[in-house]
């Protein structure tokens, strides 16, 4: 596509000017749509650096017009990594890392992991590494004063390569993180054992589930995720909801409730109201269309620092 939908960091954004020249690890999680088609999808970015590579002081190679980052699906629905790197005289040049073909609509863990000792780069996909990476490569180069871009692309300097699909997060670390530091690293699962508990979590990122009675869920420290799988569930009280690091897994509510769809706020099958509490989650009463039962409270917190959809798994 065009690219017309996608985030750009500001101009002055500390990423700008970051060239990990001392390792990194960029992860990324992702679906392509069910309808992409080599013909109009080919080459879809999931993320880029802006500019010309050519421009880059001392660049030496072919493809002068393609961007300094092209993270991207190719023709064959392979994952293609190929940063402009520097060579041992500080020169810049582009090779490329290349994944099998990726299935669509599949959700994708991909990890690409820059060693700054051996100065290889591997990729791996859903944890297996690929067989096409690359050697004696440091660094992503780039120009300070131009974005990082997460779901399109540019060549020539004109955007264009719009990814078709779901992104859910992309994380650009300093350093060879190791699996057990990726995104896709397990959760402690906190799980309650009888009715109306008070269930605590630790002080890392977990993963708590309730009772069939209202239970008193706390998550401590960490990024942790709440799960409610079921619609017989009294109505859970969380007491430390952050919006910026937990979140609120109902993916097995919803397949209880019959529901494919991809929107359940619009469809109306969840809502969320204000109460002096907090907010408080609701699902439709199944058999009984426009009424509601209530699911979770977050105690303190407003219904306008929640945003429906951004702290939802579905």
């Known amino acids: 596509g065009t690219g017309r939908s996608h985030f750009a960091t500001q101009t002055t ?22 309808e992409w088609s080599a013909t109009t999808n080919a080459w879809m970015f999931i993320m880029g650096r802006d500019g010309k590579r ?3 002081p001392g660049w030496s190679g072919g493809g002068t017009e393609s961007p300094p980052l092209q993270f991207a699906i190719s023709n064959l629905r392979e994952v293609q990594w190929e940063p402009t790197m ?3 005289n500080n020169t810049p040049y582009a090779t490329a890392a290349w994944s099998g ?5 599949t959700w994708t863990h991909v990890a690409i992991v820059n060693d700054p000792e051996s100065k290889n780069t591997t990729m791996y996909v859903a944890g297996a590494p690929v067989l096409r990476n690359v050697n004696g ?3 992503i180069a780039g120009f300070p004063n131009n974005p990082w871009v997460i779901g399109a692309g540019m060549w020539n300097n004109g955007r264009g390569g719009g990814f078709f699909g779901n992104i859910s ?27 109306r508990q008070a269930i605590l979590g630790g002080a890392t990122d977990d993963m708590i589930s309730g009772n069939p009675g209202a239970d008193t869920l706390t998550g401590g420290g960490g990024a942790d995720t709440f799960v409610f799988n079921t619609s017989r569930e009294g109505m859970d009280t969380i007491t430390d909801f952050d919006p910026a690091d937990n979140m609120v897994n109902v993916a097995g509510l919803l397949q209880e409730l019959l529901y494919t769809g991809s929107d359940p706020f619009t469809d109306g099958k969840l809502r969320l109201t204000d109460t002096p509490s907090g907010a408080v989650l609701q699902f439709e009463t199944p058999g009984r ?18 945003h429906g959809k951004s702290v939802l798994i579905f």
């Open 86 to 88: 520097y060579r041992t």
């Open 169 to 195: 997060e992309i994380r650009v670390s300093k350093g060879a993180l190791t699996s057990s530091q990726w995104l896709t690293a397990r959760k402690a699962r906190v799980k309650g054992s009888g009715a």
């Open 137 to 139: 490569a440091e660094g």
């Open 13 to 34: 954004a500390p990423i700008n000017g970051e060239f990990l020249r001392t390792g990194y690890t960029v992860e990324a999680i992702f679906k392509v749509d069910p």
């Open 289 to 306: 269309a426009g009424t509601y039962r209530n699911l979770v409270l977050f105690s303190g917190v407003p219904a306008t620092q929640l």
């Open 101 to 105: 073909e990726i299935m669509n609509d």
């Open 54 to 56: 050519g421009e880059l």
